[in-house]
């Protein structure tokens, strides 16, 4: 199956807009009936990347059925956290609410994190509705719902501060830097937190949840995606945590056959909640 991609504006903030890329199946078969989405959320440690960086993955998904949204969203330095999750949380709004216009169910909408974006994704999975993430939503979107159907994350960052104590005892200046921009204090770093929101006992919204990690992966702490899943599943949750022996953490950089097969996965995934 081939895609179709098309870059649009979905938010527009004082003078900026944010832009999305829309992954799209391209072909009759995908015409037969409303296709999947996924709301997908780029790594770079809340500092850099941009709505480009997971097209690998994204046209594989786009071949599989679904429609993918990638987008751009604030980020650090200039916008610290929240910043971030109120441009998440609109974006799933918002593709929701034009749903028709791209041939998506809207009620089948997940969302995938890579790296940073995985932190981000599932914290706002988990707190659709949260003021403080929806503080700045114009009036058209509030009665349209924020929740995913499921999540994904790739190599997430779903612990910032376990994976900060981690960087400070290996002495990695850049990944505490990118920390401190985006979060500017440990306060935030456990206020904004997955499974310390858990370990809270906070009343969240849990989703399917589906999370892979390489094994060597050196700027995570090993047991990152498994502990979030054994914390999910005891929270009332449905999580699975699949590590990868010998990939570190670009997924981009793991074996193609691999790259294929994650994508299986998701569908598999997707397709079955």
């Known amino acids: 199956m081939t895609t179709h991609v098309e870059e649009l504006v979905y938010r527009s903030i004082g003078n900026r807009q944010l832009k999305a890329l829309i992954f799209s199946p391209d072909g009759s078969a995908a015409k037969q009936r409303k296709s999947p989405a996924i709301v997908c959320l780029h790594g770079g440690a809340w500092i850099t990347g941009d709505r480009r960086v997971p097209a690998y993955m994204a046209e594989k998904l786009a071949e599989r059925g679904f429609v993918v949204m990638s987008i ?12 971030s999750l109120l441009d998440i949380n609109y974006a799933i709004r918002w593709l929701r609410q034009n749903a028709y216009n791209f041939d998506v169910n809207p009620d089948a909408i997940g969302g995938l994190g890579f790296s940073s974006g995985g932190h981000l994704i599932l914290l706002s999975a988990m707190r659709p509705a949260w003021d403080v993430y929806t503080a700045d939503l114009p009036d058209e979107l509030r009665h349209v719902s924020a929740e995913l159907d499921w999540v994904v994350t790739l190599s997430g960052v779903l612990d910032p501060l376990a994976r ?9 200046a850049d990944i505490i830097a990118c920390h401190d921009k985006y979060f500017g204090n440990e306060e935030n770093m456990r206020e904004g937190n997955p499974p310390l929101i858990l370990e809270r006992k906070e009343k969240v919204t849990l989703p399917p949840l589906l999370m892979f990690q390489g094994g060597d992966d050196p700027r995570l702490p090993p047991d990152m995606a498994t502990r979030v899943a054994e914390l999910y599943l005891e929270a009332g949750g449905e999580a699975e ?18 790259q294929e097969e994650i994508a299986d996965r998701i ?7």
Do not use: I, K, N
């Not at 751009?72 to 910043?83: G, K, L, N, T």
């Not at 900060?164 to 990695?172: F, P, S, V």
């Open 72 to 83: 751009d969203f604030r980020m650090a330095p200039r916008h610290q956290y929240p910043s």
């Open 164 to 172: 900060y104590r981690m960087a400070q005892q290996a002495g990695y």
């Open 241 to 258: 945590a699949l590590v990868y022996p010998g990939q570190g953490h670009a997924l981009s950089e793991w074996p193609e056959a691999l």
């Open 267 to 273: 569908q598999v995934f997707a397709t079955q909640v």
